[in-house]
């Protein structure tokens, strides 16, 4: 969006840094903006649908190990407002691999979907124990899948960087939308109403995603 800066020949520099002065050459009009915002939820949505989906393999080796982890998550797993959603998620997720674990020709792979990985990662690394076979256990664990769970947490950075740069465009959008130039041929109230559609599709979803 093009804007233009009033001289000021008093100002240090001759440009004038108070943000009001900033002239818009092209003011946008409110439905406008407005579509470009449903637009940017539409492909909102469709990220974080694809992130639930998306699975990864993480390397258990072990039926041993997996009920360890089980265990851990069920008893012992510290939560919060903003990770009891993921932590359900993830003992849901891991739960429905049980029958795999059990077949003889398992390799040892538990697949977890992308809205997973992140509080699993959480999980384990705030693992906290008491004694000598407690913390062999823990070792144990990380030798087992420690480093290749690190890579994975990698990965899922890296395929959300989508989910982030749309996050960044509404966040613009966000601001045009305040603008004292644009052009109101519909109520401000229909940008709103499409602000709700993005709060209600953020509750059902996990919350922790959106810090990947």
Known sequence: MAKTVKMDPTAQGGVVTDPSEIVNENPRKMSE?????KAALKTNEEL???LQKN?????????????QVLKFLEKEADWGHTTATGLIMLYSNLKEQQPVTREKDWDGIIKLRGTSIT???TMITSMKGKGFFAARD????MAAFGSDLSKVVGQVHQDNQALREN???????????????????VAIDKYNEAE??????????????ETV
Request: glycine residues 2%.
């Open 33 to 37: 903006i407005i579509a470009d915002k």
């Open 48 to 50: 974080l649908r694809a």
């Open 55 to 67: 699975e990864y393999d993480i390397p258990f080796g072990s039926v041993k190990l997996y009920k």
């Open 119 to 121: 509080i699993f990662w």
């Open 138 to 141: 823990f070792v144990e664990m």
């Open 167 to 185: 996050h960044a465009h509404m966040a613009e959008l966000d601001k045009e939308v305040n603008h004292p130039e644009v052009i109101l041929d």
């Open 196 to 209: 709700e559609e993005l709060n209600k599709l953020m509750d059902e979803v996990d919350p922790v995603v």
